[in-house]
């Protein structure tokens, strides 16, 4: 419940949500080309794809999408397209807050957001849990919740205070060991009302590394490692990540992972036309993913059940342990071929084949 929505910068809006309770969703922010004219960082761009992958509920991103700073009408007009486009590679839908170089302390630049359709504060639900997104580069008050902001933001929380959880994304961290630019006072209150309030989870980036504070049992994240240039080495979380939170009656987990570690190659088809597609898939990070939109692309044939699809793992000792393998859904090109969405789960440090036979 919400009087103020705020609303996603992807073609698709309608957020994928299994029915077993459980919500995974993505936070990540500040993958920001490293200067102006120049492309997205390759983490960025492989983020996106592992999270096409993944297939979360959504991607809560916590500013500085793109360069912004003393950019001309269209140069802007231009970089928020570049990202709306590399974060529709996600298919799933994706809330940007601003950050200091979408707002860039100008009026001017504010009027463009809002002209594109960005919302700069508001909140939405998926499920049954609230979303609340801040503005903390209002103009002239940077690092500050404040005036209609603030009594908006007060109402809102005790409006859903019977939600399963309420998660919090702004771009610039309230508690920080580098920049240490929010204003105090503004985060002693804040941090009170969402300590009265269900807030499960308070997401930030603007410092370009992981970290983590919790103050009267409510994490507070600090996630600007989606490609930009690093302000840490990485004992200190200066390492490019995104983090997978999971929500559910058994509580909320933090999966930290770094992209580049979730790789997909077809040995063999995903062109359409052969019957017989492999994919082969590994995981190299330290943690479990679940792959929910695994891409094959073969032969349509007249009914889904007519599609077969085995996994092939051989572990370290040589045995052929079992994976659970679903077929999701089956989209019809429209030029002979199909486009199926396997679900596999893919544990740390293991890889496998997924065989797909459509012989017609």
């Not at 991103?61 to 970089?79: I, P, V």
């Not at 990202?83 to 302390?105: I, K």
């Not at 702004?170 to 804040?190: C, E, I, K, T, Y």
């Not at 599609?307 to 092939?312: I, K, S």
Request: net charge negative; aromatic share 10%; hydrophobic share 40%.
């Amino acid at each position: 419940m919400t009087s103020r929505p705020f609303r996603p910068l992807t073609a698709v809006t309608t957020p994928p949500i299994d029915a077993d309770g459980q919500l995974d969703f993505v936070v990540t922010g500040d993958g920001r080309p490293t200067l102006p004219f120049m492309p997205y960082p390759r983490h960025a761009i492989a983020m996106m794809d592992e999270i096409a992958l993944l297939r979360p509920a959504c991607v809560l991103y916590t500013g500085d999408a793109f360069w912004g700073y003393n950019a001309s009408r269209q140069e802007m007009l231009n970089d928020i397209d570049r990202f709306r486009a590399l974060a529709d590679t996600t298919g799933v839908p994706l809330y940007n807050v601003p950050g200091n170089h979408e707002m860039q302390s100008d009026a001017g630049a504010v009027a463009i957001l809002e002209e594109k359709g960005h919302d700069l504060w508001g909140s939405f639900d998926i499920g049954g849990y609230h979303f609340v997104a801040l503005n903390t580069d209002e103009v002239n008050r940077e690092g500050r919740v404040t005036g209609e902001q603030l009594d908006w933001l007060t109402q809102d929380l005790a409006a859903n205070a019977g939600a399963d959880g309420i998660f919090v994304f702004m771009h610039r961290p309230m508690f920080s060991w580098f920049q240490g630019d929010f204003n105090p006072d503004d985060a002693r209150v804040l941090q009170e009302l969402f300590r009265s309030c269900p807030v499960r989870g308070v997401f930030a980036a603007h410092d370009h590394f992981y970290y983590r504070e919790d103050h009267d049992e409510v994490p507070y994240l600090t996630v600007g490692g989606a490609g930009g240039p690093l302000y840490a080495q990485p004992p200190q979380g200066g390492f490019a990540h995104y983090v997978i939170v999971s929500a559910g009656p058994g509580g909320v987990d933090y999966n930290v992972v770094e992209p580049g570690h979730l790789q997909v190659d077809y040995p063999a088809g995903n062109d359409g036309l052969e019957p017989l597609t492999i994919a082969r898939v590994a995981n190299t990070s330290d943690r479990d993913l679940l792959v929910r939109a695994l891409p094959i692309r073969v032969p349509r044939l007249a009914s889904d059940n007519d599609y077969r699809l085995t996994l092939d793992y051989l572990d370290w000792e040589r045995r052929r342990p079992e994976l659970p393998l679903t077929l999701r859904s089956v989209r019809d090109m429209g030029d002979g071929s199909a486009l199926l969405s396997v679900e596999v789960l893919v544990p740390s440090g293991v890889a496998f084949r997924v065989r797909v036979d459509a012989r017609l």
